[in-house]
């Protein structure tokens, strides 16, 4: 008996000491862990687009399974901003390991200091902060070299609104998107050596996005080099040249890479070679300098400036990457279902009266004839519970059982391996309680404002493996959430063909290989729409349009008018298609060349999945397709009416608008740009003359236009005026040419002056 005693006491003790060591076993292994949060890019980071977090794990205790938590510091209330989600990866730490974890959160939660948690069990392992810099309002350019930086350093201008930044090739992102709070990044050999494959194609994606690649000492340039396919020179050797480098350069000789210009414009053109040269690509441009960062010397601010992309007009100094400011018109008219129409008023109206004589005249008259008139204090309320109940089931929230989704895309393409894709979301919950969105792979997905649970809580945003899921907890009865994504898609296909200038006429065919069956698609040339109706996947269309001698270009409310009709408020037919063209037409920032395609898909993307409970479902959407084509012009003289180049505005000054009917111009001025390159000419062309084209009278201040050479603005006569080649080098510069207007444009929009092009092409 008493060795039963001894043996029950041994065992109660072990387990007592078991206890024990389990119960401090959290807190040694949280003394074992520690955690360091980087941001990428160097720290940068701008409040409008999403940041890049670097969380290194080091354990050195047993391994576990948790999570990694990002949310607003509880302790300083005066930081937080409502409506931003929490952002949580779950994660997997080997014992006595190393481990590096990476999660994508927007700028403007990193701006609010946000905690970072290690997560385990319940219990904080380890915590850290988001420690960067925002930065906005400034060109931010990456160096990724050394040699770069000191040299790039030393020739900023002073007072330059510039952030130079220096970034190991081996801190670069391996996604375009992650690259975003970068204007211009310059590459040199010894970095290009250290660049992955995903890190070559993120770049490249990034330039098609808006981004400016500058190529110096031709860095990977070279016949197999890895930015071959996009430079603007292929290299093949080296030469001596006088270093001049048309005007941008003070120095002496200069001894650079050599080689052909195999696309885009050569800037400075030496010896015959083109030292310096640009190639748009997409939203963006590829600049290629032969010479080193060492050799080029402290007297080429010019060339500095040229290769930070400095020299880019105004409106396209910024990126495209607004996930935040491209997706508020899609948001906003996405929670305008047509699905949840209810009837119109003067149904509901004529409905109730039907009711009302019902239960009244009619009712009263049978009763009566039965001599049952007793019976109304029964028959009055049913009807009324009869006809409450009807007008309940058959509301729009409340035939669903499950839920009913929106989605609307724009979906821009590049090429027919990458194309953009934005879209917003709208999903009404009928049964109220938990939701989950999930997007499709590799999208960068968060939910909008105004989507936090009764209590306060708010949405969490789960990320792993290039997956995202939203989840929304306690929403209400009826009610609905919204969310949106921005993502490259590969492999989308493209509008395929040839668009040619014969005369005065526009001609080719075009092949929809995109695989989604497009409506009302239309072709726009600067001021002009072509419709082109319905093109089915698979279906060809010839196009032929004879471009009107005088078409002096409309403003953007009439061109979206002419494109998607004036649905100005919900429940018009066109509501949805004006929202969305609204920012995605002609924006002002980091518009592509050439003609533009456009045209409709009615369904969902396939961006978007909803986690239900069963019952019924449904998902809708509508997709924009966007595509620019580049135009063909045979070898020969050619002519571009006014109106085919729309200008683009520069610095504009005290506007106001007055009425619905009218915009008056105060007594500022807008700055127009007319960029011949905005034709989309492929073939290399020589410009001979540029006539200006407007109605006598039609402003009511001079126009004036920029004369380069001697720095000052001159007056054209009214209505216009012809620059002839011998006048050209006064009024072009690489392309463009600039005007100034003032005072009113008679008519409901502004109507700038249209410009024509008279050229060789060779």
Not at 193 to 221: C, F, I, P
Not at 457 to 478: I, M, S, W
Not at 505 to 513: E, H
């Amino acid at each position: 008996m008493r060795k039963r005693i001894v043996l029950y006491s041994n065992i109660l003790l072990c387990a007592l000491a078991l206890a024990v060591v389990a119960a401090a076993f959290p807190s040694s292994a949280a003394a074992a862990v520690g955690m360091k949060v980087r941001p990428g890019l160097g720290g940068l980071y701008k409040t409008e687009q999403p940041l890049e977090l670097l969380i290194t794990v080091q354990n050195s205790g047993p391994g576990f399974e948790g999570a990694i938590l990002v949310r607003q510091d509880e302790e300083q209330p005066e930081r937080r901003r409502p409506n931003l989600a929490q952002f949580i990866l779950n994660v997997k730490v080997p014992a006595d390991a190393r481990e590096q974890f990476r999660m994508v959160i927007p700028g403007e939660l990193a701006s609010v200091n946000p905690v970072v948690e290690l997560v385990s069990g319940g219990l904080v392992l380890a915590e850290s902060r988001v420690e960067g810099v925002a930065v906005g309002g400034v060109r931010v350019v990456l160096a990724l070299s050394e040699e770069i930086m000191e040299q790039a350093w030393q020739s900023k201008s002073p007072g330059t609104e510039m952030q130079l930044k220096y970034l190991s090739p081996g801190e670069l992102p391996e996604e375009s998107l992650l690259l975003a709070a970068a204007d211009a990044i310059l590459i040199d050999p010894s970095s290009v050596s250290s660049l992955n494959g995903r890190q070559v194609r993120a770049l490249k994606e990034w330039v098609h996005l808006g981004g400016t690649l500058s190529l110096m000492g031709g860095a990977g340039a070279g016949v197999d080099g890895v930015f071959s396919d996009v430079s603007p020179v292929r290299a093949t050797g080296r030469r001596t040249v006088d270093g001049k480098l048309a005007g941008l350069r003070s120095g002496g000789p200069l001894d650079v890479a050599s080689g052909e210009l195999v696309a885009g414009r050569a800037i400075a053109l030496e010896n015959g070679v083109p030292v310096l040269a640009r190639r748009e690509l997409g939203r963006g441009q590829v600049l290629y300098c032969g010479a080193s960062p060492g050799d080029l010397g402290a007297d080429a601010r010019g060339v500095w400036s040229t290769l930070f992309g400095a020299s880019a007009e105004p409106e396209n100094k910024s990126l495209s990457f607004r996930p935040m400011g491209y997706m508020g018109p899609l948001l906003h008219a996405s929670s305008y279902i047509p699905q949840l129409s209810g009837p119109p008023v003067p149904v509901l109206v004529l409905l109730w009266l039907i009711y009302v004589a019902a239960v009244g005249p009619l009712l009263y008259f049978i009763l009566r004839r039965a001599d049952r008139r007793d019976w109304a204090w029964v028959l009055v309320p049913a009807g009324a519970l009869v006809a409450a109940g009807s007008f309940y089931l058959l509301s729009p929230a409340n035939r669903l059982q499950n839920y009913l989704a929106q989605t609307l895309a724009t979906v821009e393409i590049f090429s027919p391996e990458l194309a953009e894709v934005r879209a917003g979301a709208t999903v009404v919950v009928a049964r109220g309680g938990g939701l989950a969105v999930r997007a499709a792979d590799n999208m960068y997905c968060v939910p909008s404002g105004n989507n936090d649970s009764p209590d306060g809580q708010p949405a969490l945003v789960q990320q792993g493996e290039g997956k995202t899921v939203v989840n929304f907890g306690g929403v209400q009865y009826g009610s609905l959430r919204q969310v949106y994504a921005y993502g490259l898609r590969q492999g989308m296909g493209s509008i395929e063909g040839r668009l040619y200038l014969d005369g005065k006429s526009v001609k080719g065919d075009l092949v929809n290989k995109t695989g989604l069956d497009l409506r009302d698609s239309r072709l726009v040339l600067g001021g002009r729409v072509i419709r082109i109706g319905n093109l089915p996947a698979g279906g060809t269309v010839h196009v032929e349009e004879t471009l009107e001698k005088m078409n002096i270009p409309a403003g953007q409310e009439m061109l979206l008018a002419e494109l998607g009709g004036r649905g100005n408020r919900p429940g018009d037919p066109f509501y949805r298609e004006r929202q969305m063209l609204s920012e995605n037409v002609y924006g002002e920032s980091g518009r592509p060349a050439g003609i533009q395609f456009i045209g409709w898909h009615d369904g969902p993307p396939g961006v978007f999945e909803v986690a239900g409970k069963p019952g019924q479902r449904e998902d809708c959407g509508l997709v924009l397709v966007k595509q620019a084509i580049k135009m063909d012009i045979a070898a020969g003289r050619f002519h571009l009416p006014a109106g085919f180049i729309m200008p683009r505005r520069g610095d504009l000054k005290y506007t106001a608008v007055t009425g619905a009917e009218s915009k008056v111009i105060y007594d500022g001025h807008v700055s127009l740009v007319y960029n011949i390159d905005d034709a989309g000419i492929r073939s290399n062309f020589k410009i001979e003359a540029l006539d200006f084209q407007y109605a006598r009278g039609q402003f009511t201040y001079p126009v004036e236009i920029y004369n380069h050479q001697q720095d000052k603005w001159e007056q054209l006569p009214d209505g216009g005026r012809k620059i002839t080649a011998d006048e050209l080098s006064r009024y072009l510069d690489d392309n463009k040419v600039w005007l100034k207007v003032a005072g009113e444009s008679p008519g409901p929009y502004p109507v700038w002056p249209g410009l024509a092009v008279e050229g060789v092409v060779s």
